[in-house]
Protein backbone atom coordinates (compact mmCIF):
# COMPACT_ATOMS: atom_id res chain seq x y z
CA UNK A 1 0.00 0.00 0.00
CA UNK A 2 1.42 3.40 -1.47
CA UNK A 3 0.98 6.75 0.79
CA UNK A 4 -0.32 9.65 -1.26
CA UNK A 5 3.11 10.71 -1.93
CA UNK A 6 3.90 7.27 -3.39
CA UNK A 7 5.95 6.13 -1.09
CA UNK A 8 5.29 2.62 0.33
CA UNK A 9 3.27 2.37 3.53
CA UNK A 10 3.09 -1.68 3.73
CA UNK A 11 3.32 -4.83 2.20
CA UNK A 12 0.61 -7.42 2.13
CA UNK A 13 1.31 -10.94 1.27
CA UNK A 14 -1.08 -13.64 0.89
CA UNK A 15 0.19 -17.33 1.49
CA UNK A 16 -1.98 -20.61 1.27
CA UNK A 17 -0.92 -23.04 3.99
CA UNK A 18 -2.10 -26.39 3.96
CA UNK A 19 -0.87 -27.15 7.59
CA UNK A 20 -0.77 -24.57 9.65
CA UNK A 21 0.93 -26.25 12.40
CA UNK A 22 4.40 -26.64 10.35
CA UNK A 23 3.76 -23.65 8.59
CA UNK A 24 3.23 -21.00 10.50
CA UNK A 25 6.71 -21.47 12.44
CA UNK A 26 8.30 -21.91 8.87
CA UNK A 27 7.28 -19.19 6.97
CA UNK A 28 7.60 -16.73 10.33
CA UNK A 29 11.34 -18.04 10.12
CA UNK A 30 12.06 -17.66 6.44
CA UNK A 31 10.42 -14.13 6.55
CA UNK A 32 12.58 -13.23 9.62
CA UNK A 33 15.48 -14.83 7.91
CA UNK A 34 14.70 -12.54 4.87
CA UNK A 35 14.68 -9.20 7.31
CA UNK A 36 11.22 -8.77 7.84
CA UNK A 37 11.14 -5.63 10.06
CA UNK A 38 9.73 -5.59 13.68
CA UNK A 39 6.04 -4.57 13.80
CA UNK A 40 5.18 -7.37 10.85
CA UNK A 41 2.00 -9.31 11.39
CA UNK A 42 0.88 -12.70 9.93
CA UNK A 43 -2.88 -13.31 9.96
CA UNK A 44 -4.04 -16.46 10.06
CA UNK A 45 -7.71 -17.20 9.05
CA UNK A 46 -8.17 -20.41 10.60
CA UNK A 47 -11.09 -18.26 13.18
CA UNK A 48 -12.95 -15.55 13.20
CA UNK A 49 -11.60 -12.92 13.64
CA UNK A 50 -8.54 -13.91 11.95
CA UNK A 51 -5.79 -14.75 15.03
CA UNK A 52 -2.53 -11.76 14.14
CA UNK A 53 0.43 -12.86 15.11
CA UNK A 54 3.19 -10.38 15.76
CA UNK A 55 6.82 -11.29 14.33
CA UNK A 56 9.89 -9.80 12.74
CA UNK A 57 13.66 -8.89 13.97
CA UNK A 58 15.27 -6.07 11.83
CA UNK A 59 14.35 -2.64 12.84
CA UNK A 60 14.55 -0.11 10.38
CA UNK A 61 15.55 3.55 10.05
CA UNK A 62 14.77 5.80 7.19
CA UNK A 63 17.22 8.96 6.23
CA UNK A 64 14.74 11.43 4.52
CA UNK A 65 17.00 13.82 2.29
CA UNK A 66 15.99 17.19 0.85
CA UNK A 67 15.50 17.18 -2.86
CA UNK A 68 14.22 20.88 -3.20
CA UNK A 69 15.42 22.99 -0.85
CA UNK A 70 19.03 23.30 -0.48
CA UNK A 71 21.61 25.63 -2.65
CA UNK A 72 21.32 24.68 -6.37
CA UNK A 73 25.24 23.65 -6.24
CA UNK A 74 24.55 21.38 -3.59
CA UNK A 75 22.45 19.45 -5.88
CA UNK A 76 25.73 20.01 -8.47
CA UNK A 77 28.51 19.19 -6.66
CA UNK A 78 27.06 15.90 -4.09
CA UNK A 79 26.55 12.44 -4.95
CA UNK A 80 23.90 10.53 -3.35
CA UNK A 81 26.07 7.68 -3.64
CA UNK A 82 28.60 8.92 -1.69
CA UNK A 83 25.62 9.28 0.86
CA UNK A 84 24.76 5.61 0.74
CA UNK A 85 28.26 4.67 0.61
CA UNK A 86 29.15 6.54 4.27
CA UNK A 87 26.08 5.54 5.71
CA UNK A 88 26.63 1.90 5.21
CA UNK A 89 30.67 2.42 6.38
CA UNK A 90 29.09 3.97 9.41
CA UNK A 91 26.20 1.59 10.16
CA UNK A 92 28.60 -1.56 9.58
CA UNK A 93 28.05 -4.24 11.81
CA UNK A 94 24.70 -3.27 13.01
CA UNK A 95 22.74 -2.66 9.39
CA UNK A 96 22.94 -1.91 6.04
CA UNK A 97 20.94 -0.28 3.51
CA UNK A 98 18.51 -1.72 2.06
CA UNK A 99 16.11 0.30 -0.58
CA UNK A 100 15.13 3.68 -1.38
CA UNK A 101 12.42 5.87 -2.28
CA UNK A 102 12.42 8.87 -4.18
CA UNK A 103 9.78 11.19 -4.11
CA UNK A 104 8.75 14.84 -5.56
CA UNK A 105 10.52 16.62 -2.64
CA UNK A 106 12.75 13.97 -0.92
CA UNK A 107 14.43 10.75 -1.17
CA UNK A 108 14.24 7.82 1.32
CA UNK A 109 17.22 6.03 2.21
CA UNK A 110 15.59 2.39 4.07
CA UNK A 111 18.58 1.53 6.47
CA UNK A 112 17.47 -2.71 8.78
CA UNK A 113 19.62 -3.57 11.14
CA UNK A 114 19.91 -4.88 14.85
CA UNK A 115 19.01 -1.54 16.71
CA UNK A 116 17.43 1.60 14.77
CA UNK A 117 18.21 4.08 17.42
CA UNK A 118 21.98 2.97 17.61
CA UNK A 119 22.28 3.25 13.54
CA UNK A 120 20.96 6.92 13.88
CA UNK A 121 22.93 7.77 16.58
CA UNK A 122 25.77 6.14 14.21
CA UNK A 123 24.72 8.42 10.91
CA UNK A 124 24.44 11.45 12.76
CA UNK A 125 28.52 12.67 12.38
CA UNK A 126 28.16 12.24 8.59
CA UNK A 127 24.62 13.55 7.91
CA UNK A 128 25.73 16.44 9.84
CA UNK A 129 29.32 17.14 7.81
CA UNK A 130 27.67 16.35 4.18
CA UNK A 131 26.12 19.20 2.44
CA UNK A 132 23.24 17.06 0.85
CA UNK A 133 22.22 16.13 4.43
CA UNK A 134 21.80 18.89 5.80
CA UNK A 135 18.21 19.12 7.43
CA UNK A 136 17.83 15.38 6.58
CA UNK A 137 14.83 13.75 8.50
CA UNK A 138 16.09 10.45 10.28
CA UNK A 139 12.66 8.48 11.37
CA UNK A 140 12.31 5.28 13.29
CA UNK A 141 10.23 3.13 10.51
CA UNK A 142 10.45 -0.10 12.85
CA UNK A 143 9.19 -0.86 14.64
CA UNK A 144 6.60 1.50 13.81
CA UNK A 145 5.78 2.06 17.58
CA UNK A 146 9.29 4.26 18.30
CA UNK A 147 8.46 7.04 15.60
CA UNK A 148 8.29 10.65 16.51
Given at each position: MQSKSGEIDF???EIDLTDLERGVPFVISKLEDL???????????DTEPAREIP????????????????PDEVYKESDVNVVIKELNKSVEGH??????WQGNTETALYFYGDDAQMM??????FLD?????????VVTIAPKQLQD
Open positions: IDVGAPKGSILRVRFGKAEGVGVYLDGVNLGEMQCYAVLMKESYPLCKDAR
